[in-house]
């Protein structure tokens, strides 16, 4: 037989699902509460992505980078302390003397080979150094690259005390590929001029700041 119900009397409703302590009564049946916690607890933070370097760190970057190449790569600066035999005259012995040796105001150092190209400039270049001497400017006279007696029978052509680097060794120290090389410095040896151009004594004196 079927359940009898009274008239006018509602049925009771169905019991409802007790959900687990410390869970959402909210969930649908059936829904693990544990998934919702451990959701609730994860926060996804949202971090902003660098761009990249600044455009002034870059641009200091380069700088420093150009300043370090400059540095390394740029001539020597100062005369170097070297001694070499120095040709006084035909009869007198071999001396000794250095590029550096200079006390007037400027100095100018000529450094010339021995091949017949480099020779065709010395007679204006003694006359420019008795010019300048007159400014106190001294000049220094080297003939560099041959065997000192070859260096020597060029050195006859100054008529006057030149010095004798018969290995080459100021041209390399100062980074010097091809002769004649002119270098005005002051008495300290710091390098104020260099080029291979040959120089009036106007060039000279302005150069050497006189």
């Not at 091809?178 to 104020?192: A, C, E, N, Q, T």
Request: one cysteine or more; proline letters at 10%; hydrophobic letters at 40%.
């Amino acid at each position: 037989m079927g359940s009898v119900s009274t008239p006018g009397v509602p049925k009771p409703a169905p019991p409802m699902e007790t959900p687990p302590e410390g869970g959402d009564s909210s969930l649908p049946p059936g829904e693990p509460a544990a998934a919702t916690q451990v959701t609730a607890r994860i926060r996804i933070s949202q971090k902003k992505i660098p761009l990249g370097p600044k455009v002034s760190t870059i641009a200091a970057v380069i700088a420093a980078a150009a300043y370090t190449i400059w540095f390394v790569t740029r001539p020597p600066q100062h005369v170097p302390v070297l001694m070499f035999p120095k040709y006084v005259s035909f009869e007198a012995n071999l001396e000794q003397g250095s590029p550096r040796d200079c006390a007037g105001k400027g100095c100018l150092l000529v450094i010339i080979g021995t091949d017949p190209r480099t020779q065709v400039g010395i007679p204006a270049a003694v006359e420019m150094a008795d010019e300048l001497a007159g400014r106190d400017v001294e000049t220094t006279f080297v003939v560099s690259g041959d065997a000192v007696k070859e260096c020597a029978r060029v050195a006859r052509l100054f008529k006057r005390p030149v010095l004798l680097d018969a290995e080459g060794e100021l041209t390399k120290a100062l980074d010097i590929r091809r002769l004649p090389f002119w270098i005005i410095h002051d008495s300290s040896g710091k390098v104020l001029y260099r080029g291979e151009e040959s120089m009036t004594a106007s060039q000279v004196l302005r150069e050497a700041g006189l």
